[in-house]
């Protein structure tokens, strides 16, 4: 059971804008930055989003953040076949841990 | 060019002991903090340990906490997790990541291919 609440699966249509949830508690994404991860099969994960919005250089701009209170989302505009992978959100948790979602699977149909 | 290479992965028995490191180059490695995070086998990521870049802050799971130690010597480039009293759930790929930063945070910019341990009688 994870910390952090993500859907197991979304899908798209090569185009179209998902959005991916994260919601966590007060102790976690209430009072700490979100990120999230991008895993396509059989590879490491990699950073997606950092600070709740923040994107790391090389990452295309159809990937966005944003937090509000307790939840977080990950915005997919532009869906590419290429985005089919697995994406993981994490927070600091103010019990001194790093907490993970358990993982939304992207499917592009 | 940043990577990072995991090592010292295997078969081990339960209750018994794995020292994993991790191989850094392409960076000032005393300058950021580091870190472990595992992956069951068809299962989802977890945090493992994180270590400061002066080694000033190390935290910890609980569910590997007082089995396993995290460790660093920034002098050969290198990042360590000790695992001692292995349990069939600490099988997994464990995986290096660097932080964006000398402090810990959950940001991990660069990660290794990761190593796999399997314990198991």
């Known amino acids: 059971q994870s910390v952090l609440t993500q859907p197991p699966s979304a899908s798209g249509t090569p185009g179209q804008r998902v959005t991916i949830s994260c919601s966590g508690s007060s102790s976690n994404i209430g009072s700490n930055a979100v990120n999230w991860y991008q895993q396509l099969p059989g590879t490491a994960p990699k950073l997606l989003i950092y600070s709740n919005n923040q994107r790391p250089s090389g990452v295309p701009d159809r990937f966005s953040g944003s937090k509000s209170g307790t939840s977080a989302s990950l915005a997919i505009s532009g869906l590419q076949s290429e985005d089919e992978a697995d994406y993981y959100c994490?927070?600091?948790?103010?019990?001194?841990?790093?907490?993970f979602g358990g993982g939304t699977k992207l499917t592009v149909l | 060019e940043v990577q990072l290479v995991e090592s010292g992965g295997g078969l081990v028995k339960p209750g018994g002991s794995l020292r994993l490191s991790c191989a850094a180059s392409?960076?000032?490695?005393?300058?950021?903090?580091m870190n472990w995070v595992r992956q069951a086998p068809g299962k989802g990521l977890e945090w493992v340990s994180s270590?400061?870049?002066?080694?000033?802050?190390?935290y910890y799971a609980d569910s590997v906490k007082g089995r396993f130690t995290i460790s660093r010597d920034n002098a050969k480039n290198s990042l360590y997790l000790q695992m001692n009293s292995l349990r069939a759930e600490d099988t997994a790929v464990y995986y290096c990541?660097?932080?964006?930063?000398?402090?810990?945070?959950?940001?991990?910019?660069?990660w290794g291919q990761g190593t796999l341990v399997t314990v198991s009688s």
């Open positions: 392409g960076f000032t490695f005393s300058s950021y903090s």
């Open positions: 270590i400061s870049s002066s080694n000033s802050y190390i």
């Open positions: 994490a927070a600091w948790d103010d019990s001194l841990d790093v907490v």
């Open positions: 990541a660097r932080d964006r930063t000398a402090m810990v945070t959950s940001v991990w910019d660069y």
